[in-house]
């Protein structure tokens, strides 16, 4: 007799689908690295995600960075290109990080508002935190690969609590902007109005020289950015922005597949990801190591749930309706799937009476788990944020995954866990659709509001790894050809 459990969550909340042995129940965790068959070498390369890790950092301090535990070994192994990548990055981080010589005469140049020369070896970007905990992890990476790109340092704004979320990701140095940076004070009032908005001055006619270097400037990109801020994706104003030293941004979106489109960038990302589909699997897991107080309230619930599971499922359901909660077509809809996450606890509780009331076919016992029921999405708030992060920790540990039409959270859940999931079509006129669901084409996210015109136009058509999205029509979402054959 198989036992099956399923855990559930809606919107920020966890919904997984457990296959359990019932005659044979124990805590091993299915996908523990074994230790007979691999040498010492071949462990500390699983322990370090295949080279994707540094050594150097204190392990007790930051337990998620290497704890593998509960996850199985990823069966996409990162370049030698990225490795090397990463190794080199953080050495221009440590040489040009807070507190070096390099940064403070980096930060003295804001005072001036224009420079003669770039002054200086070494250039940043600065990531702002925007929207909910999906959108900041999806543009916090989507940033990064910029930064490795171009050879700048990121900095991000620590002023809400990315500290209490995550570790540290690079060695000996920090990745947080400091409290005492010249331009704290301005960066809440950067928007498009802004002077420094690059997408303002262009429409203003305010950059009409080469001669003439800016200390910094604020990059707008956003699900509503207008055609101007859109040139920041085009090959001609990235050698204007090149020069300029300090870059702030702000972003709701993942726009990594935009910046496969710039000529110069498509030759260097080509070498570095060889999977065109694992560029937010492979940077995700090298930037984000969940706080040990995130990590224990993944480990607690994996341990009491899931661990003891010969398969899991997880679904996620964001339901975009207004005002949002439960609805029967939904649960239709989930029930023609399988695995659910939500903010609404009544999916869940729809499913823990069902299964109770009716056997499984298969003699199957159902059991139905969700890790919270928040009701409101409530960013900023510590405790609902870690919570939220750990539950998205554990949708990425399931053997398959449901997720919901441009759901952010799903996004960043699939990205992390290697997964391809099955995408739930967004409900019309309140009727369940049909078919309910779709295979997504790769585990990377999609952005939602690609530059579908201006300068990419032409570009968009001619690559063969890049393809309009399952769940939005303005999307694009990177793809593996040979997986499509």
């Given at each position: 007799?198989?036992?099956?459990?399923?855990?559930?969550?809606?919107?920020?909340?966890?919904?997984?689908?457990?296959?359990?042995?019932?005659?044979?129940?124990?805590?091993?965790?299915?996908?523990d690295?074994?230790?007979?068959?691999?040498?010492?070498?071949?462990?500390?390369?699983?322990?370090?995600?295949?080279?994707?890790?540094?050594?150097?950092?204190?392990?007790k301090?930051?337990?998620?960075?290497?704890?593998?535990?509960?996850?199985?070994?990823?069966?996409?192994?990162?370049s030698?290109?990225?490795?090397?990548?990463?190794?080199?990055?953080?050495?221009?981080?440590?040489?040009?990080?807070?507190?070096?010589?390099a940064?403070?005469?980096?930060?003295?140049?804001?005072?001036?508002?224009?420079?003669?020369?770039?002054?200086?070896?070494?250039?940043?970007v600065?990531?702002?935190?925007?929207?909910?905990?999906?959108?900041?992890?999806?543009?916090?990476?989507?940033?990064?690969?910029?930064?490795?790109?171009?050879?700048?340092?990121?900095?991000?704004?620590?002023?809400?609590?990315?500290?209490?979320?995550?570790?540290?990701?690079?060695?000996?140095?920090?990745w947080?902007l400091?409290?005492?940076?010249?331009?704290?004070?301005?960066?809440?009032?950067?928007?498009?109005?802004?002077?420094?908005?690059?997408?303002?001055?262009?429409?203003?006619?305010?950059?009409?020289?080469?001669?003439?270097?800016?200390?910094?400037?604020?990059?707008?990109?956003?699900?509503?950015?207008?055609?101007?801020?859109?040139?920041?994706?085009?090959?001609?104003?990235?050698?204007?922005?090149?020069?300029?030293?300090?870059?702030?941004?702000?972003s709701?979106?993942?726009?990594?597949?935009?910046?496969?489109?710039?000529?110069?960038?498509?030759?260097?990302?080509?070498?570095?990801?060889?999977?065109?589909?694992?560029?937010?699997?492979?940077?995700?897991?090298?930037?984000?190591?969940?706080t040990?107080?995130?990590?224990?309230?993944?480990?607690?619930?994996?341990?009491?749930?899931?661990?003891?599971?010969?398969?899991?499922?997880?679904?996620?359901?964001?339901?975009?309706?207004?005002?949002?909660?439960?609805?029967q077509?939904?649960?239709d809809?989930?029930?023609?799937?399988?695995?659910?996450?939500?903010?609404h606890?009544e999916?869940?509780?729809?499913?823990?009476n069902?299964?109770?009331?009716?056997?499984?076919?298969?003699?199957?016992t159902?059991?139905?788990?969700?890790?919270?029921?928040?009701?409101?999405?409530?960013?900023?708030k510590?405790?609902?944020?870690?919570?939220?992060?750990?539950?998205?920790?554990l949708?990425?540990?399931?053997?398959?995954?449901?997720?919901?039409t441009?759901?952010?959270?799903?996004?960043?859940?699939?990205?992390?866990?290697?997964?391809?999931?099955?995408?739930?079509y967004?409900p019309?006129?309140?009727?369940?659709?049909n078919?309910?669901?779709?295979?997504a084409?790769?585990?990377?996210?999609?952005?939602?509001?690609?530059?579908?015109?201006?300068?990419?136009?032409?570009?968009?058509?001619?690559?063969?790894?890049?393809?309009?999205?399952?769940?939005?029509?303005?999307?694009?979402?990177?793809?593996?050809?040979?997986?499509?054959?």
């Amino acid at each position: 007799m198989i036992k099956l459990t399923i855990a559930i969550a809606t919107c920020l909340v966890l919904c997984l689908v457990l296959l359990l042995p019932s005659s044979n129940i124990s805590y091993r965790h299915k996908y523990d690295l074994p230790t007979n068959g691999l040498n010492d070498s071949e462990q500390q390369s699983e322990k370090l995600l295949g080279g994707l890790l540094a050594t150097g950092f204190e392990e007790k301090s930051c337990l998620s960075r290497y704890d593998q535990s509960m996850s199985k070994p990823s069966p996409y192994k990162p370049s030698r290109h990225i490795v090397s990548k990463l190794r080199s990055y953080e050495m221009l981080h440590k040489r040009c990080g807070p507190g070096t010589k390099a940064y403070k005469r980096a930060t003295k140049q804001l005072g001036h508002n224009e420079l003669s020369s770039s002054g200086d070896e070494c250039r940043y970007v600065v990531w702002m935190p925007m929207f909910g905990l999906g959108n900041r992890m999806l543009s916090l990476v989507s940033v990064f690969l910029y930064a490795l790109l171009t050879d700048r340092v990121m900095l991000v704004d620590q002023r809400n609590d990315i500290t209490d979320l995550f570790c540290e990701p690079f060695p000996e140095t920090s990745w947080l902007l400091p409290l005492d940076f010249p331009l704290n004070d301005q960066l809440d009032s950067f928007n498009r109005e802004h002077s420094r908005c690059y997408g303002t001055m262009l429409k203003n006619h305010a950059i009409n020289s080469t001669s003439i270097i800016l200390s910094h400037l604020y990059l707008d990109i956003f699900h509503d950015s207008r055609d101007h801020d859109k040139k920041f994706f085009c090959e001609e104003d990235q050698a204007f922005l090149d020069k300029v030293t300090w870059l702030v941004v702000k972003s709701n979106l993942y726009f990594v597949p935009s910046l496969w489109m710039i000529p110069s960038f498509q030759t260097k990302l080509i070498k570095l990801f060889p999977q065109k589909e694992t560029v937010f699997h492979h940077l995700a897991r090298y930037l984000f190591h969940p706080t040990n107080q995130v990590w224990g309230m993944v480990t607690r619930s994996y341990n009491a749930y899931l661990s003891r599971a010969d398969e899991r499922l997880g679904i996620q359901v964001r339901v975009f309706s207004k005002p949002a909660g439960y609805f029967q077509h939904v649960m239709d809809q989930i029930l023609a799937s399988v695995l659910v996450t939500s903010l609404h606890p009544e999916y869940s509780d729809h499913l823990k009476n069902m299964f109770l009331e009716q056997a499984s076919s298969t003699e199957e016992t159902i059991e139905v788990y969700q890790p919270s029921g928040e009701k409101i999405q409530q960013t900023d708030k510590k405790l609902h944020d870690q919570k939220a992060l750990a539950e998205i920790y554990l949708l990425s540990l399931t053997d398959e995954l449901v997720t919901s039409t441009r759901s952010t959270f799903g996004y960043v859940a699939q990205g992390l866990g290697g997964l391809k999931p099955w995408i739930l079509y967004e409900p019309r006129d309140k009727k369940t659709p049909n078919p309910p669901c779709v295979r997504a084409m790769s585990m990377e996210p999609c952005f939602l509001r690609a530059p579908l015109h201006g300068c990419q136009a032409k570009t968009i058509k001619i690559p063969p790894f890049v393809r309009i999205c399952e769940d939005w029509k303005t999307g694009l979402k990177l793809v593996d050809v040979s997986d499509e054959l």
